[in-house]
């Protein structure tokens, strides 16, 4: 009776103990990427580092508004970091684990003149959806697919008229049926 009553007790124990390491063991599962996320950071230069750090930390931001000075900042560091970023650095991007970070990794390899295969680049963000874009327009936030990024705020919110658009698409060095390949859900 007693060796039974003591069996019971010692495998609730191990129950509780296994329960325990699983919650544990499942809890670092899901927390430690996003703490640190595993990005190979050679061959980016440490400015440009910096840049990614402060944009992650944001989201992307539509654009300065008049009274925004920290609005105005975070477009420019925006802006900065399309400008600053050879292709490769870009390309390297395309990898970071921030949804902001890759949309604006593809918005300047398309606006890169460099960058030889656009239509591919398309391609590519058409499949990129592990990670959203934090995207604030005024003081609205947004959550954006890469593809919805690139077609509803790249080329389409800033240059929403035909005429501007053309002039951006011409800019990107693409043609307006490169965009079919975002606009289609089948790919």
């Not at 010692?10 to 599962?29: C, P, Q």
């Not at 002039?167 to 606009?183: A, E, F, G, H, T």
Request: charged share 20%; hydrophobic share 40%.
């Amino acid at each position: 009776m007693r060796s039974q009553e003591h069996s019971i007790r010692s495998s609730g124990k191990a129950y509780l103990y296994l329960s325990l390491f699983l919650v544990v063991a499942l809890s670092l599962y899901a927390i430690l990427p996003r703490l640190n996320p595993h990005f190979n950071w050679a061959g980016i230069s440490p400015d440009l580092k910096d840049l990614v750090y402060q944009i992650e930390k944001r989201g992307l931001i539509l654009g300065p508004d008049e009274n925004g000075s920290s609005a105005r900042k975070a477009h420019d560091q925006q802006n900065q970091l399309m400008k600053l970023a050879s292709t490769y650095e870009l390309t390297c991007l395309k990898q970071y684990p921030n949804g902001a970070i890759r949309g604006l990794a593809y918005q300047g390899l398309l606006a890169a003149a460099d960058y030889p295969n656009k239509s591919q680049l398309l391609k590519d963000a058409l499949v990129d959806t592990l990670y959203s874009v934090e995207y604030v327009s005024d003081c609205l936030g947004f959550e954006l697919s890469i593809q919805d990024f690139l077609l509803n705020i790249v080329f389409e919110e800033k240059y929403g008229n035909l005429s501007d658009q053309q002039q951006i698409l011409v800019k990107y060095q693409i043609q307006p049926s490169d965009l079919d390949i975002l606009r289609r859900p089948d790919y």
